[in-house]
């Protein structure tokens, strides 16, 4: 380990999983996956919001209200520390639209997926904090239209920063997966992106993912568990 300078860590639904945040695809726990309750092209599309922006609006305006009663678990609170104390590169990349990697403390987080508690102005592209609901079609802040809609990256839209996420992985010696089925692309790639500048690759998910076979290292088990040991290891071993 005392090779590690620069760390990429993708996060998933997964790592929200133990703060009671439904994962999209049903954990080996059986709960409810948010993909059974809508069809993805009805409420994670710029078509379905087209279609049915009520439907879509109303679909996200459940989850932003949700987790705003969440609370962060020790997946997250570990990763927090770990940046805090991590000299080196550190960039935690998550796919989550919850703040429960912020609301932990961490710092060097990048959604590439968007967030929740965002609204972004399709008026006049302005992106605002925003935790109420967008069902009654509130104003936009900087604008003043009707016009604002989730700042979150729907299927076939372009996820943000991939630039900063490339050139992370470009730098990376250690790239670690954390809940994420590997259901997804770009992000599911990012794997591949790091074996093929020489970085240790290591999974730590409640089950083998669909890219599973691209890690070095798989550790099966829930991430309350598995990523405070793992960060443990991580600041045990620096140089
Ligand atoms: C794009 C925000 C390009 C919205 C999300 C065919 C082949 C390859 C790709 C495609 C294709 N057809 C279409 C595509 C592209 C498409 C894609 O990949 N589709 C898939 C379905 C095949 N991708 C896109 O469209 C992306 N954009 O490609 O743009 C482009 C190029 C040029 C110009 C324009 C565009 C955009 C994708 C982003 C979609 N938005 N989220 C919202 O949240 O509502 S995706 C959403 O699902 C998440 O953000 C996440 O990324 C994704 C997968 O979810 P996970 O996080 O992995 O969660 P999941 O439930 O699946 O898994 C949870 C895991 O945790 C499980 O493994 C489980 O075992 C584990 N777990 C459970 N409990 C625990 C646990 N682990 C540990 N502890 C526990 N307690
Ligand atoms: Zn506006």
Known sequence: MARIRNIV????????????????????DGGPSLWE???VEDVATPEGFARDPDLVLGFYDMRRAAIQTKQPNPAHHALARLDAQWEGGLLIVTQNVDDLHE???????????????KAWCTACDTRSRWTAPLIDRPRCPGCGAAALRP??????EMPYEMDTIY?????????????TSGAVYPAAGFVRDAREVGAW??????????????????????????????????LAARA
Request: aromatic share 8%; no cysteine; proline share 1%.
């Open 9 to 28: 860590i993708l996060t998933g639904a997964g790592v929200s999983a133990e703060s009671g945040i439904d994962t999209f695809r049903a954990g080996s």
């Open 37 to 39: 309750q809508h069809r």
């Open 103 to 117: 609301r932990a403390g961490a710092r060097r987080v990048l959604h590439m997926h968007g967030e929740h508690l």
């Open 151 to 156: 700042d979150v990256v729907w299927f076939g």
């Open 167 to 179: 050139a992370a992985l470009r730098d990376a010696d250690l790239f670690v997966s954390v809940g």
């Open 201 to 234: 690759t290591l999974e730590l998910n409640l089950e083998r993912s669909q890219g599973s076979h691209w890690f070095q290292e798989t550790r099966l088990g829930r991430a309350s568990e598995l990523v405070p040991a793992w960060v443990d290891e991580v």
